[in-house]
């Protein structure tokens, strides 16, 4: 599975979109872009995941560049229970495997 | 959506004793992964737990620490043996639908003194 690349931290102002930034450059034609978050204490939840076109759902967009080299979570009107780590994995799928390669992650701070 | 309830939810065990983690789902899955997480890092996969066939570890987990059980499609055990301090951790259990998405449990933190 490709490697990505997260800044380690971000701020967000409540309110206002959150825009999480993840590179991954290896990515091969057949992997999909998963986003994952942790809030503290809990389980890793499931976001969103994509292949090559934009996505949304209930919870947030994913925005795939063309090259498909990079892409950005967006929450778009970020609130204080958004406050969490956020992973960007790349993985051949949607196998059912389920086996997932965590980086570090970004930490969003949403602030009041 | 899948339910996974993993128990017990948190422990302290002394060093040297052994620990077994449950793992119980609400409907059947192939496959069951194990997770640590480290105080202050990110998750690394331990081990996928397939039903009716051994787990396959990864790179630096060993059999004899981590023995782990899939008695069936619903259930799977970890056990964290012969305990020291660095096994001090949040383990977590996790399986994937059909769609990729994969689903965790709320983790067993485990301090050990």
């Known amino acids: 599975d490709a490697k990505t690349t997260q800044p380690p931290s971000m701020d967000c102002a409540e309110g206002r979109a959150a825009n999480l930034p993840c590179n991954h450059s290896t990515i091969s034609g057949n992997e999909y872009v998963y986003w994952y978050r942790q809030i503290h204490s809990q389980g890793p939840q499931y976001i969103i995941h994509?292949?090559?076109n934009n996505e949304t759902n209930e919870m947030a967009s994913l925005i795939i560049t063309e090259d498909r080299k990079s892409s950005t979570l967006i929450l778009p009107h970020a609130t204080l229970r958004d406050t969490a780590v956020y992973y960007c994995?790349?993985?051949?799928?949607?196998?059912?495997?389920?086996?997932?390669?965590f980086g570090q992650g970004t930490t969003l701070q949403v602030k009041p | 959506s899948a339910v996974i309830s993993q128990k017990p939810s948190r422990d302290i065990c002394q060093r040297g004793t052994s620990l077994t983690i449950q793992c119980q789902v609400d409907?059947?899955?192939?496959?069951m992964f194990w997770y640590r997480q480290q105080p202050g890092q990110s998750l690394t996969l331990i081990a996928t737990?397939?039903?009716?066939?051994?787990?396959?570890?990864e790179s630096g987990f060993v059999i004899d620490k981590f023995p782990i059980s899939r008695p069936n499609l619903t259930f799977s055990t970890l056990t964290v043996s012969n305990m020291s301090p660095e096994d001090s951790s949040i383990y977590l259990c996790?399986?994937?639908?059909?769609?990729?998405?994969?689903?965790f449990g709320q983790g067993t933190r485990l301090t050990v003194v």
């Open positions: 996790s399986v994937a639908r059909h769609g990729g998405e994969a689903f």
């Open positions: 737990a397939n039903q009716g066939s051994e787990a396959t570890y």
């Open positions: 994509g292949l090559k």
């Open positions: 409907s059947q899955v192939t496959m």
């Open positions: 994995i790349v993985r051949v799928g949607s196998s059912n495997t389920g086996k997932l390669i």
